[in-house]
């Protein structure tokens, strides 16, 4: 909570190295949920790098009992305490600090630091938790080896886990006992971790390619043992891939992953003790879907491949945290789409990516929260976990890989481990490794990192059919972002193909390019404000495919004619642009009927979609070659919160009457077709999660929910038997939300999903989700939901699925006229914060777009904004959020 009235902003610009070094750690724990006592023994000394010779802790809502400076006990004025710091001036050059604090791990409903859950004590210490734990120089520059002793009441806590190797357990008498875990690798606190627990764990000892044998484990609590394996599976495949793909060895005899109920993210890191979220470990048919075995998959992987990008090499600040998280993504992307392994595949991956970065990077880069990859400031450093350094971050790293091709980019990573093993670096130092392993200037390249804001690439073509000359016009700007009046260019890979009349792809002769001869994508390296490419002996007028893969985060702008698109939809190799081209369609269409309804007053009435697009849908919809994953993609309309994105003012209501009749006559119009594929694309037998079948699901299921959107009594039928019938939660679920959304009496089967699942916390976190998303669902029945006796605001997991899915996903009634959403907003932003600062913030942007509604929606809004940022007592996460909403 805010002790001082106005928040601190901490700038980049203001970084100081520590004044001290920190060798070794030494943690004892007696664990208790009222009044856990901490004894921590610092072994420190000058940093030569450094002028000062203050050595500063961090220590928050912990109560110090004793400090000792060298052996001697410190009275109170030979240190300096304050809310959030413990200073010692003018301190010797070697220093052991040996400090005893009292937490409350049951009070503590932040879940940052030691709490607990469900009974057991979890910790999370990134970014700045440890702090909550013990005094300490609590920043990622500062690596020590860690030594923890864990004592506890063995009948209530048998399991005690912390990071590296157990060494020593063992009975203390009054039924505790102990437990001693040395961590032999230096790091930073943010990575320390400790679990004391009534669980269970599904172990293996696994061979690494190098011989030597390491002990897996997954740990859950008891009940929840029928639902490990496929963590288990995806935590090999990580460290199978890390050694093939880039030569990386699991470091440690033993990794552990454990999962908890009650977390604020996905997962977290730590050193040999990665802490998950239960969503991102537990699943099996019954419960989980193919989306959840998805991110189980991705995200086993993301903390596994933290193991070195993020814990071997480290972030020097804060800022720099796009390092450890772009890359990591990067690397749990290609994680994910290897194990698919077809190319097809490969894209269906990165159509997703595209759709996430629309989807929420887009938005946030245009809004007030935006920030460059790598921040030059912040108020609280938890709001910084943002799509921008997560996504975008991953969009950076690779477009390394597009400029210096894979081997080059291994070639970069291999320089990155050989210069910086064992350090805390910045985001500079890998560029550094990229540019100088390549021997490439990557100068320029900086500017995606130190720029904020979606660049917006225009391109122009022009033909001469004497000279059989194509150029390709490339120009650049970028909006101004806070602070950032003025961009300068980026350095902006481009991929471009061309298609002939018949659709296949030009061979291609880049006047001044080094590609390879008889290609067929090339990049094209635009760091100017604007360039000109020129293709020679082009025989005939082709067709521009721009922006193959995706190959930059840019918003880019042609001019293609309707018969351009359809051509790229129906021929384009790059599946991706082929994906794309679809959508461009589909978003004209959809922004001109959004325009008719909201000039007809909100009514669909007389409105019209054209034969030529049904007619490229249902080519697509029919056609048997193309992966039934990429198909469903192609069918999916852009969200209504990406159209409105494309709008200037922006109305919910319009676009969701728009989308809905577009879905609607799409749905009637290839009625026959869709049920024909429906029944094509089931997946009978045993259930697996693998992306054919997968994707078989996905296409059925959309098939299902366009026969779904007015259904008549077969397809009514149709849906509840899926329901019934269904052998696995993807096709269950995917039946009750077509129910739900087609505004059938949904009831009975809502009730029957929820008796089968009452005991499966993550199901019923589905359960409120899909009907908090339905635009059936209006804030009066979101209030309903909540006296539910299941729904508690305490549970982050359980407050995201009814809360965030309304404010969130359910953009027609969230944006009711009215504005009583805004005040239900306002409302659980503030009663959040009082609990979990870190998820209200997240809650808290829900209304980082306001300034784009219409004048009556914006006022409304403003005032639920000003009206959380009016509250006296907030955290600085809500503060900073709301301030800048309102700046
Ligand atoms: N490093 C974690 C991950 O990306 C995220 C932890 C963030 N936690 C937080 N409280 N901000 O896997
Ligand atoms: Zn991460």
Known sequence: MRTDSSPQTIFRKDYTPPAYLVDTVELGFDLDPDRTVVANRITMRQNPASKSRDIVLHGEEIELVALRLNGKTLAPTEYHLNGSTLTIRKAPAKAVLEIETLCAPVQNTSLSGLYVSNGNFFTQCEAEGFRRITYFPDRPDVMAKY?????????????????????????????????????????????????????????????????????????????????????????????????????????????????????????????????????????????????????????VGHEYFHNWTGNRVTCRDWFQLSLKEGLTVFRDQEFSADMIGTDSGRAVTRIDQVRTLRQAQFPEDAGPMSHPVRPDSFVEINNFYTVTVYEKGAEVVRMYQTLVGRDGFRKGMDLYFKRHDGQAVECDDFRAAMADANGRDLRQFERWYSQAGTPIV???????????????????????????????????PVAVGLLSASGKDLPLTLEGGKHAKGATTVVLELTEQEQIFRFRHVDERPTPSILRDFSAPVILEYDYTDDELLHLFS?????????????????????????????????????????????????????????????????????????????????????????????????????????????????????????????????????????????DMAELKLAQQQFEKAGNMTDRSAALVSMIHSGAEAGPYLKAFYQDFEHEALVIDKWFAMQAAAPTTNVAAVRKLMQHPAFTLKNPNRARSLIFNFTGANPSQFHAADGSAYEFWAEFVIKLDAINPQVAARLARGMDRWRRYAPALQAKMKKALEKVAGRAKLSNDVLEVVTKALA
């Open 147 to 299: 030594t923890v002793m864990l004592r506890a009441d063995k009948a209530a806590y048998p399991v005690l886990l912390s990071n590296g190797n157990l060494i020593e357990e063992g009975e203390l008498g009054d039924g505790r006992h102990y437990a001693k875990w040395e961590d032999p690798f230096k790091k930073p606190s943010y990575l320390f971790a400790l679990v004391a627990a009534r669980l269970v764990c599904q172990e293996e000892r696994y061979t690494l390619q190098s011989g030597r044998e390491v002990l897996l484990q997954v740990w859950v609590e008891e009940g929840n043992l029928d639902k490990t394996d496929y963590a288990m599976q995806s935590l090999k495949n990580s460290i199978r891939w890390d050694e093939e793909r880039f030569g990386l060895e699991l470091d440690l005899d033993r990794f552990m992953i454990v999962a908890v109920g009650d977390f604020n993210m996905g997962a977290m890191e730590n050193k040999g003790l990665n802490i998950f979220n239960t969503k991102f470990v537990l699943a099996n048919p019954r419960v989980a879907t193919d989306i959840d075995y998805a991110g189980i998959e991705a995200v």
């Open 571 to 711: 021929h384009d190799s790059d599946p991706v642009n082929r994906w794309e081209a679809g959508q461009r369609l589909a978003m004209e269409r959809l922004l001109k009927l959004t325009a008719q309804v909201a000039a007809a007053g909100g009514s669909d009435a007389g409105l019209k979609l054209d034969a030529t697009f049904i007619n490229a849908q249902r080519a697509v919809l029919t056609d048997d070659t193309l992966d039934p994953a990429f198909r469903e993609l192609a069918l999916i309309l852009p969200s209504e919160i990406i159209i409105a994105e494309q709008m200037d003012v922006v109305d919910p209501q319009a676009i969701h009457v728009a989308r809905q009749f577009m879905r609607r006559t799409i749905g009637a119009a290839l009625k026959s077709e869709l049920l024909a594929q429906y029944h094509a694309n089931q997946t009978p037998g045993a259930y697996s999660p693998d992306a054919l079948s997968a994707g078989k699901r996905a296409l059925k299921n959309l098939c299902l929910s366009y026969l779904m959107v007015a259904p």
């Open 458 to 492: 225009t391109a122009r073509t022009r033909y001469d059919a004497v000279k059989r000359n194509f150029d390709i016009i490339l120009s650049q700007r970028c909006p101004a972002s806070a602070g950032q009046a003025d961009k300068l260019p980026f350095h902006i």
